[in-house]
């Protein structure tokens, strides 16, 4: 999806049609369409042939976008989840680990990079209630084996903002809840992770239309990714507009948020309010 948002830009850049280079790479306007949505898989001959026609010559940038797709063409960690893991979400699973900032807003649920596995397996009951109990245990050990990513060696950095709702809602039980909090203010500890909380006496606030993440990336010229999941599908924005108004809603949401310095004590006040041992 990164390497087919830049292949559009470079061409309407360089203004060149996709009959025109659907024909430059011996393929047709479609095929075009489908690699600038990431709908398919990338030949390296196809990329360098593009870039050329494009007229990207510095060595640097034509590697950069050559790696990508590579990179896009090999299997993550998450293949191995194929049975249990919808198309549209392995995706997102690529773009986050790839990510440098990851900003996620959540209404309901703790952040997937948070959870404990008490409490994920109680989320994914949720929506999986008749599942064998080998399935639940894939789910969970994949949400589980996603975490990684926030104890590698260059982790990316996590800003999550989270309503006050979530806290309250006694997903898995009081036990499991209790834990939960207990591993969010150990999270807050983590020089790479920022959490803020929307009070219940915020009101109202920016993202009153529910939950996204945005994604960015450590190379520059990579766009963002805004990303909103549905119950069966999801959406991937990196238009320009789109990126702007995500921005300044979680921007607002922030601000709206009590500060990070915060967290740990709200945090453990709900916990002993609502989720006594």
């Known amino acids: 999806m990164l390497l087919g948002g830049q292949l559009r830009r470079l061409r309407e850049g360089a203004g060149v049609t996709r009959e025109s280079a659907g024909w430059e790479i011996r393929s047709s306007e479609s095929k075009i369409s489908r690699m600038e949505l990431g709908r398919v898989g990338f030949k390296e001959r196809d990329v360098a042939d593009l870039l050329t026609l494009y007229g990207v010559t510095a060595a640097d940038e034509r590697e950069a976008l050559l790696k990508l797709a590579?990179?896009?063409?090999?299997?993550?960690?998450?293949?191995r989840y194929g049975d249990v893991l919808p198309g549209w979400f392995q995706s997102y699973l690529g773009l986050e680990a790839a990510a440098a900032l990851i900003r996620t807003y959540e209404v309901q649920f703790v952040p997937g990079l948070l959870q404990t596995a008490d409490y994920a397996r109680a989320v994914i009951l949720l929506g999986h209630r008749g599942a064998p109990a080998d399935e639940l245990d894939r789910r969970v050990n994949l949400r589980m084996e996603r975490q990684e990513l926030l104890r590698r060696s260059n982790p990316p950095q996590l800003w999550a903002v989270l309503d006050e709702?979530?806290?309250?809602?006694?997903?898995?039980?009081?036990?499991v809840m209790r834990r939960q909090l207990d591993a969010l203010i150990e999270a807050t500890a983590a020089p790479h992770v920022r959490l803020q909380i929307v009070p219940f006496d915020a009101g109202g606030h920016a993202a009153a239309s529910g939950a996204f993440s945005i994604l960015r990336f450590g190379d520059q010229d990579l766009p963002d990714i805004v990303y909103i999941e549905q119950l069966t599908s999801a959406i991937y924005l990196d238009k320009r507009d789109d990126l702007d108004y995500y921005a300044l809603a979680m921007e607002r949401l922030c601000v709206e948020a009590e500060p990070p310095e915060r967290t740990p004590e709200l945090l453990a006040r709900i916990r002993d309010e609502l989720y006594r041992g």
């Open 70 to 79: 590579r990179d896009a063409n090999s299997p993550g960690w998450w293949h």
């Open 165 to 175: 709702a979530a806290l309250r809602r006694p997903i898995g039980g009081a036990e």
